[in-house]
């Protein structure tokens, strides 16, 4: 069983910074990308930002580009999730999120494995 487990969320003041880091526990697996998604109360689940593992290649969603850096780490099998300049509006649970799957990684249905989910708050 292949389990994602985030450390890094907390509380942070409008224009604070945090780091999230994702990374597996349980048995190998390859994994074609990875996610960082949101839920903020009463809202559905959306994309943040997503990977590609091998090539690199990242996507972000219009509100957090050029705040927001995905990257990865493959010695360290870890993502991670650099959130600069945070607003109110960022605040939600972010989850981690792994896919076995080829094709677009930009939709909820293509990741497999999730995360438990961490706290971001963000006060003004």
């Known amino acids: 069983q292949v389990q994602l487990v985030e450390s890094g969320g907390g509380s942070v003041q409008a224009g604070g910074s945090l780091r999230l880091s994702c990374a597996p526990s349980?048995?190998?697996?390859?994994?074609?990308?990875m996610g960082w998604f949101r839920q903020a109360p009463g809202k559905e689940r959306a994309i943040v930002a997503a990977?590609?593992?091998?090539?690199?290649?990242?996507y972000y969603t219009d509100s957090v580009k050029g705040r927001f850096t995905i990257s990865n780490d493959g010695a360290k099998n870890t993502v991670y999730l650099q959130m600069n300049s945070l607003k109110p509006e960022d605040t939600a649970v972010y989850y981690c999120?792994?896919?076995?799957?080829?094709?677009?990684?930009?939709?909820?249905?293509?990741?497999?494995?999730w995360g438990q989910g961490t706290q971001v708050t963000v006060s003004s």
């Open positions: 349980g048995r190998t697996f390859s994994r074609s990308a």
């Open positions: 999120a792994a896919s076995t799957y080829s094709g677009s990684y930009l939709y909820t249905d293509m990741y497999n494995f």
């Open positions: 990977i590609k593992w091998s090539s690199g290649s990242t």
